[in-house]
């Protein structure tokens, strides 16, 4: 089985200044790793993935994710942010084979301050 | 366009009666999801099918009911059992021609025990 953590519940930060949000997730077996983007009272996008190959994902929206096999870890940055980026932060996780399912985190809300 | 239409968005139900909360998607996906979102919790997955005719319990399956009749359509109805309804509702599909390894979500629907 697998399960996920998010280090923080919530994380405040001026605008145009650089983020991390930090996921770790355990697991008995390799995994796929998401990160999602929840605007209020909508459903989730996906902001960018990790199957395999390059440890460095870039996804939209100037997202970036690190994936540390070592420490089990998917963090996710952005260099700059803006108010627009104000929504909650999902990191999720999947094994590749068996059911088709998503674990999720709780959720982190980034809050942009100006 | 393509998507995932949940309806309605805004439900009311009163203690002891059944609701049922429509997903159909046009994506020509496979597989098809429900789950539960609570503040703090995060997503938790509530059933999943994979194939029309068939579907499989998630974690939170208890007090809850699905069909999946039509590839496109997976309805779900929470029951006079499930003993704190309230919540967002989120249903997602996948594809098998991806791997499975991006779920699209509908924009949701927000449940009120009154």
């Known amino acids: 089985a697998q399960s996920v953590t998010q280090l923080d519940s919530q994380v405040p930060v001026f605008e145009e200044a650089p983020v991390e949000l930090r996921c770790n997730y355990s697991?008995?077996?390799?995994?796929?790793l998401f990160w999602y983007v929840q605007y209020p009272n909508q459903g989730l996008q996906l902001l960018l993935k990790?199957?395999?190959?390059?440890?460095l994902v870039k996804g939209i929206n100037g997202f970036e994710a690190e994936f540390n096999k070592s420490q089990t870890s998917f963090h996710l940055r952005k260099p700059s942010v803006h108010i627009s980026d104000t929504a909650e932060y999902f990191c999720?996780?999947?094994?590749?084979?068996?059911?088709?399912?998503?674990?999720f985190g709780q959720g982190t809300r980034l809050t942009i301050n100006p | 366009d393509g998507g995932i239409t949940q309806s309605p968005k805004y439900l009311f139900r009163k203690e002891g009666q059944n609701v049922t909360l429509s997903c159909e998607q046009n994506?020509?996906?496979?597989?098809m999801y429900w789950y539960r979102q609570d503040p703090g919790q995060g997503l938790r997955l509530i059933y999943y099918?994979?194939?029309?005719?068939?579907?499989q319990k998630g974690d939170i399956a208890e007090g809850y009911s699905v069909s999946r009749e039509k590839k496109e359509s997976f309805p779900l109805t929470v029951t006079s059992a499930q003993k704190n309804p309230t919540a967002f509702y989120l249903c997602?599909?996948?594809?098998?021609?991806?791997?499975?390894?991006?779920?699209?979500f509908g924009q949701g629907t927000r449940l009120t025990v009154v």
């Open positions: 999720a996780v999947r094994a590749p084979q068996g059911a088709q399912k998503l674990v």
């Open positions: 697991s008995s077996v390799s995994v796929y």
């Open positions: 997602a599909s996948s594809t098998l021609q991806g791997g499975y390894t991006e779920a699209f």
């Open positions: 099918s994979q194939i029309v005719n068939d579907f």
């Open positions: 990790y199957l395999s190959g390059s440890t």
């Open positions: 994506l020509n996906h496979d597989a």
